[in-house]
């Protein structure tokens, strides 16, 4: 089986995929456009680089993207052919993991997966990278161990958080987890800490696991203890991104993640039986399309008085002018989930801490591109790491700072598998 990830923020399970078992453009901004000759030296012109935090965190970052954005020929020009390239023949590395289940406070699991034998070869205050995967998605996908091996390469301790269900990590309540739904992150983030104080900790993020990620950034605001975060193909306005899934050839998507969504929903069907109220069992389990395993179970679990309302609460634009600490968001213009049209541009080059970076092409979690492709890492790694790389330099943890004080929260256990 294979982990396909798509969708405006989901990962989709098809069946053709290999799983790896887990062992122990010019630069613009919102009221002016450049032209390519008078685009700022720093980027090439075929970017879009935008943000408060632009001159701030730039020239890391130069040696990559001061060279155009060169598509893979024949697969890097639809974006429909690169997002299932990208998923379904990508090379997937071969990373041994252990893995920790985690009982979070609700009784609620989650799984971590580190890299096997990093425990005892890293320093404890080697930075740590906290890696979320989108919907459906897990530690068995390309895109999160690509990032591992890129992290591991650079002395960096990565361990991938696998939400309820996914990455078959168990189910042990009642309630998956959602776009809104910022509690399991918020516990793994202590629990890691809690483990390596005298590490920096720093989030990855991609699709729907980034819109996940930027809410909890906002959630945390000037408390938050990672030292820095990356959001990849984040839908950012999950009723935009509703719309895009009804058009054309994104139909298909929608009835795939939808299959995938069921399957992992039938394993643990007898949490569910009896459970009543507004929910609509029958609705989820035989759903067509994500909207309906939503409206019978999702935004139920959570609150929501209706589809509508789910969306546009649970979508993570509304968090950007609350991020306090270094955001790096990279997006493809031609994302035929996570509609460009979403970005929140004004909001990201009036936050001080963020920074915007727009490939004209990429598909969905695609960015079929630079030395390593077609079968290798995606463009945005090398990217990513040298964002992470100027962040680590410049943040040094001392002794008795308030991230090494910080401990697992009352309620919060550890289960070895």
């Known amino acids: 089986m294979a982990k396909f990830s798509l969708g405006s923020t989901f990962p989709i399970s098809l069946s053709l995929h290999r799983y790896h078992p887990v062992t122990a453009c010019h630069v613009a901004t919102p009221t002016t456009t450049t032209t390519s000759s008078t685009a700022s030296p720093d980027h090439h012109p075929s970017l879009e680089v935008i943000g408060g935090a632009r001159d701030r965190f730039l020239p890391a970052l130069h040696p990559t993207l001061r060279q155009p954005y060169h598509p893979f020929p024949l697969i890097g020009w639809n974006p429909h052919v690169e997002t299932i390239f990208a998923s379904f023949f990508r090379n997937v590395p071969d990373v041994r993991l252990r893995r920790e289940c985690l009982r979070v406070e609700d009784g609620g699991t989650v799984a971590l997966d580190w890299v096997s034998g990093d425990q005892y070869r890293l320093p404890p205050d080697a930075p740590i990278v906290i890696l979320l ?127 995938s969504i069921r399957e992992i929903f039938k394993k643990h069907i007898l949490l569910f039986e009896d459970i009543g109220g507004e929910f609509n069992i029958p609705l989820a389990l035989n759903a067509e399309r994500v909207r309906d395993f939503d409206e019978g179970l999702t935004r139920v679990s959570f609150g929501f008085k209706s589809l509508d309302e789910y969306y546009y609460k649970a979508s993570s634009f509304h968090s950007i002018k609350h991020v306090q600490i270094p955001l790096l968001c990279i997006q493809a213009a031609n994302d035929p989930i996570s509609p460009a049209r979403a970005i929140p541009r004004e909001e990201i080059e009036a936050n001080r801490n963020c920074l915007l970076i727009v490939t004209p092409k990429g598909g969905h979690l695609g960015w079929v591109a630079g030395a390593e492709a077609p079968l290798g890492g995606p463009w945005t790694d090398p990217v990513v790491m040298d964002f992470l790389e100027q962040l680590e330099s410049g943040t040094r943890k001392t002794p008795g700072s308030s991230s090494d004080s910080l401990a697992s929260p009352e309620g919060l256990h550890r289960v070895h598998v």
Not at 154 to 169: L, Q, Y
């Open 133 to 259: 995967p989108g919907l459906t998605g897990g530690s068995q996908d390309s895109y999160p161990r690509y990032m591992i091996t890129k992290a591991r390469s650079k002395g960096w301790r990565a361990v991938v958080f696998n939400s309820r269900g996914c990455g078959e990590s168990p189910v042990t309540t009642p309630q998956f987890y959602s776009a809104s739904f910022v509690g399991d992150m918020r516990e793994v983030v202590a629990h890691v800490s809690s483990i390596y104080p005298e590490a920096n900790l720093y989030a990855v993020s991609w699709s729907l696991g980034a819109n996940i990620l930027v809410r909890y950034l906002g959630d945390e605001s000037h408390a938050c203890p990672l030292s820095g975060a990356v959001s990849l193909c984040n839908p950012f306005n999950l009723v935009d991104a509703f719309e895009e899934f009804t058009k054309g050839f994104n139909r298909v998507y929608d009835r795939a993640l939808a299959r």
